[in-house]
Each structure stands twice: as structure tokens, then as C-alpha cells.
């Protein structure tokens, strides 16, 4: 197998093309940058297409057009690009156009910085955008992910006529790994719905506008119905010496990895501390969290935010094991401090 040091951003870009990718529709922001870089010399010569469009918001609805055609199309931005784009995401949730959106976010309120966070968990799992909606996300955790998950995305996509999001932060965006390289797809799914012209049959018609009170309501009672089939089958979550845990900590990205040094170093100092990494933001791994419950006398939540998955894991537990928070926002916390958080809250707790 091919084995090639890539970008984190470089190899998401470069796994979308082997999914089929063939239409970026983007606007330059930090640290998201190399994606669109990368695509803007790819494209012309594998006959994409490559935009670079005006405004986020004109991206975004380059981006409606070219799925409502049934072609693999996608754009990538960082947060506050993401901002911009909400009103054309929830049209494209409402009208079931399959597409790949990346945040490769950065922190904020605002413009923020460059600096690593995950702050935009609220805008990515709760819709982000106007309306009863929902898009699947994806969190990698390195750059072999960034490749297959942007794979994944695509057939994601397709098979539910969704809009997939792949949510990474900034150092995850820029650190080089080895990467092996992946077959490109070959087949792909139908797509009967799709607007390629209508000689030899009726038009096929794109909209999300419903004037009528039971049209908007079945509707989105027809979304939802789509949403529930997703929630039941697509939730997905590694977990790492959580058997007997007594300290569960959940952290997902590139914390992840931080995490899970920590959680090794405190089991040679006698905690059984263990790790639940969700994989899926949304549908947000409930049933893993629970099952790590079984023997856990505490959760602890490690983002790198002001705390926005702790809601999450609070809800998948209900009230049956504390659930507490430690995180950071501009800087990554290292393994050694993890380990001291958690050797303080197991000397706190008796575990």
C-alpha cells in the first residue's frame, strides 16, 4: 500500500476526490485553507469543477446547485465561514441535497483565532441554521480519518440525501501524518431525483417551499421520520478500557488522542479511568455512553471549548452518574495535565 505524508486538510481534500468528488465550491479562511488550495489545483485536471466564489454565502449556494444535479460537490470553511453559510445549509437539509461540508474550525466568539478549539459543537449538532433540521457529523481524530472520513461522508450523504458535516480543529487541519492512500470509488448510488435534464421524462423539481399548513407539517414529519432511521443506525463511538471503569472521560477530535495517553498513565497509577470517543457527533453516541455507565462512578467531559458536549452526555445519562467538565479554548491541554484533572477527581470521588 501507498504510503504518502499528507496535511490533515491535504488529505481530507484528496479523500473527497477518490470519493467522487468533482465540484468545490469554496471561499479561502483560515485554517481550512490548504482544502481549498489543494482542490483548486486538483479539479482542472480530473475534470471538476473549482469555484472560488464571492462570499460564503454565494458558496454555499453554488453548492445547492451542484448537488440538486446529483453530482458529488462539497465546500469547506472555518467558523465564522460557517456562520455564513447557515441559511443555505437548512435549505439544503430541507430540499435532501446530499453534500460534504467541512468546518476545519477555529475559536471564537467572532473572528476568534486560528488557535485549536472545538466550540462549534452547538452550530454543527443542533442544525446551526433556521428550522426543524439536522445534518450527520463526523469527527475525525487524525489524518488518515480526515481521508476516509470525507470517503465515508459522500456514501453517508447519498444514502440518506443529507448534508454530512466533518468538524476538525485547526491543529488536526494542519498536522502532517502518513497516510495510506485509498482506492478511488468506482460505483455509486442512483439518483433518480436528480436535475439532469427531462427529455424523456417528467421534470424533476427542487424546493423547500411549503405554503400550505399539512404540507409544511408532513413535511417535516418526513425528515424526521429520515433523522430517527439515522439515529438508530448510524451512531458510532471507540471506546478504550471502559469494561470497568470506575472515571469515564469522553472527549472527541483530537482530544481524543490526548485523552487517551492520560487515561493509560492513570491506570499505572491504580484509577480505572477509561475512554469513549464519539465518532459521530450527530447522532451523538447515547448508547455508548450508557453502557460505559455500567460500572462508572463519575464522567468527565474534556473539550476544548467552554464545555458543549457535557449537555450530551448529561442527557445520554439522565441523572444516573455526575458528569464533569475540564477544558481549555486557544490551547490544546496536554496529556500530563489530563492526568493530573483526573487523578485529582479520583482522589476527590474515593475511586
Not at 399548513?213 to 439515529?231: A, C, G
Amino acid at each position: 500500500m501507498e504510503r504518502v505524508l499528507m496535511k490533515g486538510n491535504e488529505a481530507l481534500a484528496e479523500g473527497a476526490i477518490l470519493a467522487g468528488c468533482r465540484g468545490f465550491f469554496g471561499y479561502p479562511i483560515t485554517p481550512s485553507s490548504e482544502i481549498a488550495e489543494y482542490m483548486a489545483r486538483k479539479m482542472p485536471k480530473i475534470g471538476g469543477v473549482f469555484v472560488q466564489a464571492e462570499s460564503e454565502l454565494a458558496a454555499i449556494n453554488m453548492v445547492y446547485g451542484g448537488a440538486s444535479t446529483g453530482a458529488r460537490v462539497m465546500t469547506a470553511s472555518s467558523s465564522p465561514g460557517l456562520s455564513l453559510k447557515q441559511e443555505g445549509i437548512s435549505f439544503i437539509a430541507e430540499a435532501e441535497l446530499p453534500c460534504l461540508i467541512v468546518n476545519i474550525s477555529r475559536g471564537g466568539p467572532g473572528l476568534g483565532g486560528i488557535q485549536p478549539a472545538q466550540s462549534d459543537y452547538f452550530q454543527a449538532t443542533r442544525g446551526g441554521g433556521h428550522g426543524d433540521y439536522h445534518t450527520i457529523v463526523l469527527a475525525p481524530s487524525g489524518s488518515q480519518e480526515m481521508m476516509d472520513f470525507a470517503m465515508e461522508a459522500f456514501e453517508l450523504a447519498d444514502k440518506y440525501r443529507i448534508p454530512v458535516m466533518i468538524m476538525a480543529e485547526g491543529t488536526l487541519g494542519n498536522i502532517m501524518e502518513p497516510i495510506i492512500m485509498r482506492e478511488p470509488v468506482s460505483k455509486f448510488i442512483e439518483k433518480p431525483w436528480a436535475t439532469t435534464g427531462c427529455k424523456d421524462r417528467k421534470p424533476n423539481i427542487v424546493n423547500t417551499l411549503h405554503l400550505g399548513n399539512e404540507e409544511l407539517e408532513n413535511r417535516n414529519h418526513q425528515l424526521f421520520n429520515k433523522y430517527q432511521i439515522i439515529n438508530e443506525n448510524e451512531k458510532r463511538a471507540d471506546t478504550f478500557l471502559v469494561e470497568d471503569a470506575e472515571l469515564v472521560v469522553v472527549a472527541f477530535g483530537i482530544m481524543s488522542r490526548i485523552v487517551k495517553k492520560a487515561v493509560v498513565e492513570a491506570r499505572k497509577q491504580g484509577v480505572k479511568a477509561g475512554l469513549v470517543r464519539p465518532v459521530t457527533l450527530w447522532p451523538f453516541p447515547d448508547e455508548h455512553i450508557r453502557t460505559a455507565a455500567k460500572n462508572a462512578r463519575l464522567f468527565l467531559s474534556v473539550e476544548i471549548s467552554m464545555g458543549q458536549m457535557i449537555q450530551d452526555i448529561q442527557l445520554a445519562l439522565a441523572g444516573s452518574v455526575p458528569v464533569e467538565f475540564y477544558g481549555r479554548i486557544g490551547f490544546t491541554p496536554n496529556p500530563e495535565e489530563i492526568l493530573q484533572e483526573i487523578l485529582r477527581l479520583a482522589e476527590r470521588e474515593g475511586l
